[in-house]
C-alpha cells in the first residue's frame, strides 16, 4: 500500500516540477527598464495587473510552489514509508 502511494506521490511531485517550471517560463519579467524611474510605469495595465493573465499565472505560481514545498517535505522525511 504504501509503495503505490509512494509512487502516486512522486508522480504528482514531477507533474508539479514540470508545471512550476512552464508556468514560470510563461510569466513577463519584473523589470521596467528607466520607465520605471521616470513613473512611466505606473499605468492602468500595471494597476490592474492582478486581474489579467499575468496574475493568473502569479498565483498558480504561488499555488505549485506550496505544492511543491509540501510535497518535497513528505518524499524527504520518508512519511509514506
Given at each position: 500500500?504504501?509503495?503505490?502511494?509512494?509512487?502516486?506521490?512522486?508522480?504528482?511531485?514531477?507533474?508539479?516540477?514540470?508545471?512550476?517550471?512552464?508556468?514560470?517560463?510563461?510569466?513577463?519579467?519584473?523589470?521596467?527598464?528607466?520607465g520605471a524611474m521616470t513613473g512611466a510605469a505606473d499605468t492602468y495595465w500595471t494597476k490592474n495587473k492582478g486581474r489579467s493573465a499575468e496574475g493568473?499565472?502569479?498565483?498558480?505560481?504561488?499555488?505549485?510552489?506550496?505544492?511543491?514545498?509540501?510535497?518535497?517535505?513528505?518524499?524527504?522525511?520518508?512519511?509514506?514509508?
Amino acid at each position: 500500500m504504501t509503495s503505490t502511494l509512494k509512487t502516486i506521490v512522486t508522480i504528482a511531485y514531477i507533474i508539479i516540477c514540470v508545471a512550476l517550471v512552464i508556468v514560470v517560463l510563461m510569466q513577463e519579467g519584473k523589470t521596467n527598464g528607466l520607465g520605471a524611474m521616470t513613473g512611466a510605469a505606473d499605468t492602468y495595465w500595471t494597476k490592474n495587473k492582478g486581474r489579467s493573465a499575468e496574475g493568473v499565472l502569479v498565483k498558480i505560481t504561488r499555488v505549485l510552489s506550496v505544492l511543491f514545498i509540501a510535497l518535497s517535505l513528505v518524499l524527504c522525511t520518508n512519511w509514506l514509508d
